[in-house]
Each structure stands twice: as C-alpha cells, then as structure tokens.
C-alpha cells in the first residue's frame, strides 16, 4: 500500500506515516496470567507444596532442610501427589531415584493426610528407602493451628 494512498488521519506533519502499537490485547494477556498465578500460588501455599490438599496432624518437631526437599502429598484416599504430580504407585521408585540422581542429598517430605491410612505413608516410607533416599520427614501442622 502506498503512503499517499492512506487517510490524513493515519499521516503525521510532513506526510510521515503514524504507527501506534495498540497495547490494550497484551495487558489484557497479563492480567489473565496474573489471575492464573494468583490462584495456582494459593493452591499451592494452602496445600504445602504438594498440589493436594491435606489435613496434616498436629505435632511439635521440626525438620532440619539440608539439600532439595520432595514434597510427597498422601490424600486420604490414597493418591500419591509428589510436587503437584498424582504419581502411580509403581513410578514412585523411580521418581525417588530421578530425585537422588539430581541431589543426593535430597530429603523426602511426607504430607499424609492424619485420615489416610499409616500402613500408605509405610509404604511410600518404604519405597524411598528402597530408591536410596537417605532423608525422610514427615510434615505436621504447629499445635493449636487448624
């Protein structure tokens, strides 16, 4: 298209053509991403890290962080959850051998929810010792928190 051929509107002093970005798609863009994280982080932050939800029990110790922690969420219906991932149970070896391989000194963070069964959380416990893991914790909420 030539420049002569465009309305006056679109030309600028001296016959210069005008060229405006139009940034109104791209904000509308980053308030959508924005709103997304906003409520992914929320998820996250209420479900510990794992990406499941669980009702923790109570207790008083606390865990020393020593190198990259493996968030490993149990629902109380048994799913396994490990950083926001359900994970099968015949994986879970080998996502705690893909862990060690990447930090040795990774530590296994178990959040079991206190209705899922003992002999789940065991076996999850039993599967990581068998990877090689080294580290073990299990998350507890503080006494006297929800």
């Known amino acids: 298209m030539a420049v002569d051929s465009l309305p006056e509107e679109e030309m600028g002093e001296g016959g210069h053509l005008l060229a405006e970005i139009n940034v109104t798609p791209l904000i509308d863009i980053f308030l959508v ?3 997304i994280f906003m409520v992914t982080s929320s998820i996250l932050s209420e479900s510990g890290g794992t990406g499941l939800k669980v009702n923790l029990p109570a207790g008083e110790a606390r865990l020393e962080a ?3 922690q493996l968030l490993v969420g149990i629902a109380a219906s048994g799913e396994v959850v490990i950083e926001g991932r359900p994970v099968p149970r015949d994986l879970l070896t080998a996502t705690f051998q893909q862990a060690l391989a990447q930090d ?3 530590v296994v963070v178990l959040h079991a929810d206190r209705q899922s069964f003992t002999g789940e959380a065991v076996e ?3 599967l990581a010792k068998r990877a090689g893991v080294r580290h073990l914790g299990i998350a507890t909420r503080q006494q006297g928190g929800r």
């Open 33 to 35: 991403l924005l709103i």
């Open 66 to 68: 020593r190198g990259r």
């Open 104 to 106: 040795p000194e990774v």
């Open 124 to 126: 999850v416990m039993e």
